[in-house]
Nanobody
Framework: QVQLVESGGGLVQAGGSLRLSCAASGGTFSQYAMGWFRQAPGREREFLAAISWSGRSKYYAESVKGRLTISRDNAKNTVYLQMDSLKPGDTAVYYC????????????????WGQGTQVTVSS
Protein backbone atom coordinates (compact mmCIF):
# COMPACT_ATOMS: atom_id res chain seq x y z
CA GLN A 1 0.00 0.00 0.00
CA VAL A 2 1.41 3.36 -1.07
CA GLN A 3 0.52 6.60 0.67
CA LEU A 4 0.91 9.87 -1.22
CA VAL A 5 0.91 13.35 0.26
CA GLU A 6 0.92 16.46 -1.92
CA SER A 7 2.19 19.84 -0.82
CA GLY A 8 3.17 23.18 -2.32
CA GLY A 9 -0.19 24.48 -3.40
CA GLY A 10 -1.41 27.95 -2.61
CA LEU A 11 -2.44 31.30 -4.02
CA VAL A 12 -0.36 32.79 -6.81
CA GLN A 13 -0.84 35.64 -9.25
CA ALA A 14 -1.23 35.00 -12.95
CA GLY A 15 2.16 34.60 -14.59
CA GLY A 16 3.69 33.21 -11.43
CA SER A 17 5.11 29.81 -10.64
CA LEU A 18 4.60 27.03 -8.12
CA ARG A 19 6.32 23.75 -7.47
CA LEU A 20 4.18 20.95 -6.14
CA SER A 21 5.67 18.01 -4.30
CA CYS A 22 4.27 14.56 -3.68
CA ALA A 23 5.92 12.43 -1.01
CA ALA A 24 5.40 8.68 -1.13
CA SER A 25 5.62 6.14 1.65
CA GLY A 26 4.65 2.55 2.32
CA GLY A 27 5.94 1.03 -0.89
CA THR A 28 8.92 0.84 -3.22
CA PHE A 29 8.65 4.23 -4.89
CA SER A 30 10.97 3.42 -7.78
CA GLN A 31 8.64 0.61 -8.88
CA TYR A 32 5.83 3.05 -9.69
CA ALA A 33 5.28 5.41 -12.54
CA MET A 34 3.79 8.64 -11.28
CA GLY A 35 1.26 11.07 -12.64
CA TRP A 36 -0.19 14.49 -11.88
CA PHE A 37 -3.83 15.38 -12.38
CA ARG A 38 -6.07 18.29 -11.52
CA GLN A 39 -9.75 18.78 -10.95
CA ALA A 40 -11.62 22.05 -11.05
CA PRO A 41 -15.12 22.42 -9.57
CA GLY A 42 -17.74 20.85 -11.82
CA ARG A 43 -15.15 19.33 -14.13
CA GLU A 44 -13.68 15.87 -14.59
CA ARG A 45 -10.25 14.97 -13.33
CA GLU A 46 -7.72 16.01 -15.97
CA PHE A 47 -4.42 14.34 -16.76
CA LEU A 48 -1.42 16.68 -16.76
CA ALA A 49 1.84 14.73 -16.80
CA ALA A 50 3.38 11.34 -16.16
CA ILE A 51 6.89 10.10 -15.47
CA SER A 52 8.34 6.63 -15.71
CA TRP A 53 9.86 4.61 -12.88
CA SER A 54 13.37 5.80 -13.69
CA GLY A 55 12.41 9.34 -14.59
CA ARG A 56 13.88 9.02 -18.08
CA SER A 57 10.52 9.09 -19.84
CA LYS A 58 7.90 11.78 -19.46
CA TYR A 59 4.59 12.52 -21.10
CA TYR A 60 2.52 15.71 -20.98
CA ALA A 61 -0.98 16.71 -21.88
CA GLU A 62 -0.92 18.98 -24.90
CA SER A 63 -2.81 21.67 -23.01
CA VAL A 64 0.03 22.16 -20.51
CA LYS A 65 3.09 21.22 -22.52
CA GLY A 66 5.79 23.85 -22.17
CA ARG A 67 4.44 25.28 -18.91
CA LEU A 68 4.62 22.23 -16.64
CA THR A 69 7.61 20.03 -15.85
CA ILE A 70 7.39 16.72 -14.02
CA SER A 71 10.40 15.24 -12.26
CA ARG A 72 11.16 12.73 -9.53
CA ASP A 73 13.82 11.97 -6.96
CA ASN A 74 13.73 8.29 -6.10
CA ALA A 75 16.20 8.79 -3.25
CA LYS A 76 13.66 11.11 -1.61
CA ASN A 77 10.56 9.15 -2.68
CA THR A 78 9.19 12.36 -4.14
CA VAL A 79 7.72 13.49 -7.43
CA TYR A 80 7.48 17.15 -8.39
CA LEU A 81 5.43 19.32 -10.70
CA GLN A 82 6.96 22.65 -11.63
CA MET A 83 4.28 24.99 -12.95
CA ASP A 84 5.22 28.20 -14.74
CA SER A 85 3.27 30.99 -16.45
CA LEU A 86 0.22 30.12 -14.40
CA LYS A 87 -3.21 31.27 -15.55
CA PRO A 88 -6.51 31.66 -13.70
CA GLY A 89 -7.71 28.61 -15.66
CA ASP A 90 -5.11 26.54 -13.82
CA THR A 91 -7.07 26.95 -10.60
CA ALA A 92 -7.93 23.46 -9.34
CA VAL A 93 -7.10 20.79 -6.82
CA TYR A 94 -3.94 19.03 -7.94
CA TYR A 95 -3.41 15.33 -7.29
CA CYS A 96 -0.50 12.98 -7.66
CA UNK A 97 -1.04 9.31 -8.35
CA UNK A 98 0.99 6.11 -8.63
CA UNK A 99 0.67 3.25 -11.06
CA UNK A 100 2.47 0.04 -11.99
CA UNK A 101 1.61 0.77 -15.64
CA UNK A 102 3.76 2.76 -18.05
CA UNK A 103 2.88 6.41 -18.73
CA UNK A 104 -0.87 6.00 -18.72
CA UNK A 105 -3.21 8.97 -18.76
CA UNK A 106 -6.57 7.68 -17.55
CA UNK A 107 -7.31 8.15 -13.84
CA UNK A 108 -8.72 4.64 -13.66
CA UNK A 109 -5.26 3.25 -14.49
CA UNK A 110 -3.70 4.68 -11.33
CA UNK A 111 -3.85 2.58 -8.19
CA UNK A 112 -2.95 5.11 -5.51
CA TRP A 113 -3.90 8.76 -5.02
CA GLY A 114 -2.99 11.59 -2.74
CA GLN A 115 -5.54 13.81 -1.05
CA GLY A 116 -4.81 16.78 -3.31
CA THR A 117 -3.50 20.29 -2.86
CA GLN A 118 -5.35 23.44 -3.85
CA VAL A 119 -3.84 25.81 -6.40
CA THR A 120 -5.52 29.15 -6.93
CA VAL A 121 -4.33 31.57 -9.60
CA SER A 122 -5.59 35.13 -9.31
CA SER A 123 -5.88 37.49 -12.25
Amino acid sequence: QVQLVESGGGLVQAGGSLRLSCAASGGTFSQYAMGWFRQAPGREREFLAAISWSGRSKYYAESVKGRLTISRDNAKNTVYLQMDSLKPGDTAVYYCAATVRYLVVAPVDYEYWGQGTQVTVSS
